[in-house]
């Protein structure tokens, strides 16, 4: 038993060597690079000004993880299960741009040990997003990545019958609103956010048939007035980053720009109420420790008491599929 706990530990520990050699291949571009049957060690070193026999250490270590696949050391090819993931012809199952947005987390959280003893971030939260425009832009496109598949899902459990406006307040790529919209073209789709978001949420606009009209608002959510009211507002993945104090104003003031009969969505990566799981709940909470300055996950019971502050009547959970991360909270604005 001794023995099998001390081989959990290790793998943990040792769990950045793998992590550190598939961001490696992302950033080199490696999976676009061959994105084909294969490519030789000569033609990716030269597209990459390397010297080949430091290129094929990477590579090699890259087979030994059964990302990649070389039976020469010479030639070499994206491994068949990475096609469907990690190959631009992924299309909407593609994890790239999401798995580098996990490597930019490595250098704030390598010092989260300085974060629990100062109670204050380890990098400068402005830098986190808005800061610089390509790093907006990846982080953008890497919350594209996560909302694909999960949008689908937020379709099928999310009833938008009988609407006729949607704000994604925070909307980053826009995602969950295009899936919102597929299934109900007479909703009139209005996408808020920093302009740099807005930007990126336009290009990814294009892979949707959209029928409905779509309007995009560039605004600050804690600091400017938030135009119309709607029939759904939705925060999605938002209110982690902001904390208790400042999310419970912003549901305050969201209250007004509902309309009579309408609702509020707050879909998040839920904590427990006990504040001990899951998994990636827990993760994400120790990442707003160290990239903003008052962030912190929360749980659908401290949620929904927001909402009931706020005036939100019949407020219910959702917790969708197993396999989905997300959940949702909806509470309504009385009888209309």
């Known amino acids: 038993m001794v023995k099998k706990r001390q081989i959990e530990v290790l793998s943990l520990a040792e769990g950045f060597f793998q992590s550190s050699i598939l961001f490696a ?14 490519k030789t060690l000569d033609e990716l070193a030269a597209e990459l000004h390397a010297r080949p026999e430091t290129l094929s250490r990477l590579l090699n270590a890259g087979v030994v993880l059964k990302l990649l696949e070389s039976k020469d050391g010479f030639n070499f090819s994206i491994a068949p299960v990475c096609r469907t993931i990690l190959s631009p012809a992924a299309g909407e199952h593609y994890l790239g741009d999401w798995i580098r947005s996990l490597n930019y987390f490595c250098a704030p959280l390598s010092k989260l040990d300085e974060a629990v003893l100062n109670s204050a971030p380890t990098i400068e939260p402005s830098a986190h997003l808005g800061g610089d425009k390509e790093s907006t832009r990846s982080f953008t496109l890497s919350m594209h990545n996560y909302a694909s598949l999960r949008g689908k899902e937020l379709a099928d459990f999310l009833s938008t019958t009988g609407c006729r406006s949607l704000l994604d307040l925070g909307c980053g790529p826009g995602t969950y609103a295009f899936h919102l919209g597929m299934r109900n073209p007479a909703l009139e789709l209005y996408l808020a956010d920093h302009p740099v978001v807005l930007e990126t949420a336009k290009e990814i606009q294009a892979k949707y048939p959209l029928k409905n009209g779509v309007h995009y608002v560039p605004l600050d959510a804690l600091n400017d007035d938030i135009p119309g009211s709607y029939d759904i507002i939705l925060v999605s993945n938002m209110l982690h980053g902001l904390g208790e104090n400042a999310s419970r104003a912003l549901i305050k003031r969201l209250y007004n720009s509902v309309n009579h009969g ?16 899951g998994r990636w709940p827990v993760f994400l909470d120790l990442i707003q420790l160290c990239v903003t ?7 659908p019971g401290e949620t929904k008491k927001w909402l009931e502050e706020a005036g939100f009547r019949d407020v219910k959970f959702c917790a969708m599929t197993l396999l989905n991360t997300n959940s949702f909270l909806r509470g309504y604005k009385g009888p209309k």
């Open 293 to 299: 300055e008052n962030g912190r996950n929360h749980s």
């Open 262 to 277: 309408g609702s509020l969505v707050v879909q998040a990566q839920f904590l427990r109420d006990d504040r001990l799981g």
């Open 25 to 38: 291949l992302l950033k080199l571009k490696i999976f676009e690079r061959i994105n084909g049957e294969s």
